[in-house]
């Protein structure tokens, strides 16, 4: 068996950080997306005909 590579504990890789900013902006995105929908749903209830 190989002995561990030190460079996998410990800092991350540029690699990683890339894509953990990736999903931070992937999930800004969504909730943006989400309070507009809300939004447009009150909007849509508020001045439905009666």
């Known amino acids: 068996m190989p002995p561990e ?4 504990k410990g ?3 540029p690699h990683e950080h890339h894509d953990e900013r990736h999903m931070w902006w992937w999930l800004a995105y969504f909730l943006f997306g989400i309070h ?3 939004f447009v749903m009150i909007y ?3 001045h439905a005909p009666k």
């Open 44 to 46: 849509a209830v508020t």
């Open 36 to 38: 507009i929908v809300a």
């Open 5 to 8: 590579n030190p460079k996998d």
């Open 11 to 13: 800092d991350n890789t």
